[in-house]
């Protein structure tokens, strides 16, 4: 069973920055994609960020420019920096792994972690 665990929200002030990283209980590199995304209540769940095999990268329009996600293959763990927060990034960060290579044989499933709660608020 394949386990994901977020870490690092918090309450930050607009402006601030926070560090989320993702512990994965398998290797990065055997995901087809791992990225971050954020829900908040009522509202469907948003990608924010998302690396994928090969190291491409994609952001959403919303955090383009404040927000990069890198992979740490020693630790097994893809960390997301955001910077310049705003109130509107206030969210539950949830990670994601899509797509898992195990033993030469490909899951197509979505794998999710519980969630870290960032508020960014004065």
């Known amino acids: 069973q394949v386990q994901l665990a977020e870490s690092g929200g918090g309450l930050v002030q607009p402006g601030g920055s926070l560090r989320l990283s993702c512990a994965a209980s398998?290797?990065?590199?055997?995901?087809?994609?791992m990225g971050w995304y954020r829900q908040t209540p009522g509202t469907q769940r948003e990608l924010v960020a998302r690396?994928?095999?090969?190291?491409?990268?994609a952001y959403s329009d919303s955090v383009k420019g404040r927000f990069t996600i890198s992979g740490d293959n020693a630790r097994n763990t893809v960390v997301l920096q955001m910077n310049s927060l705003k109130p509107e990034d206030t969210a539950v960060y949830l990670c994601?792994?899509?797509?898992?290579?195990?033993?030469?044989?490909?899951?197509?499933?979505?794998?999710w972690g519980q969630g870290t709660q960032v508020t960014v608020s004065s």
């Open positions: 994601n792994g899509d797509g898992l290579w195990y033993g030469g044989t490909f899951f197509n499933t979505q794998y």
């Open positions: 398998a290797s990065i590199d055997n995901f087809n994609c």
């Open positions: 690396v994928c095999r090969g190291g491409d990268t």
